[in-house]
């Protein structure tokens, strides 16, 4: 069964950073495509980022300098590095975990940024 848990979401003030982690179990963690999301309110989840297993690393374009992601295969984690927070980086963020069609996401962990 495959289990994705988030953590490390909270309230900062604009400007700081906040560290997320995922930590992923019953899948082969090595093959699989691993991003972040994030949704606000009832809106679509937009890419936050996602790293390939080949290495390939995408962000969305509001991130892109701010944002870093990096995976430890070994101990099957995934980790989004968050800093100079803006306050419309707030939102829900869920990790996503993909193999071809197939997808898991986590439960979600909640990022506040105040102004």
């Known amino acids: 069964q495959v289990q994705l848990v988030e953590s490390g979401g909270g309230s900062v003030q604009a400007g700081g950073s906040l560290s997320l982690s995922c930590t992923a179990s019953g899948v082969e963690f090595n093959g699989f495509i691993m991003a972040w999301y994030r949704q606000v309110g009832g809106n679509e989840r937009e890419l936050v980022a996602r790293h390939a297993p080949n290495g390939n690393i995408e962000y969305g374009d509001s991130v892109i300098g701010r944002f870093t992601i990096s995976r430890n295969n070994a101990k099957a984690t995934f980790t989004l590095q968050m800093n100079h927070l803006k306050p419309e980086d707030t939102g829900v963020y869920y990790c996503?975990?993909?193999?071809?069609?197939?997808?898991?996401w986590g439960q979600g962990t909640q990022v506040t940024v105040s102004s």
């Open positions: 996503l975990a993909q193999v071809r069609t197939a997808k898991f």
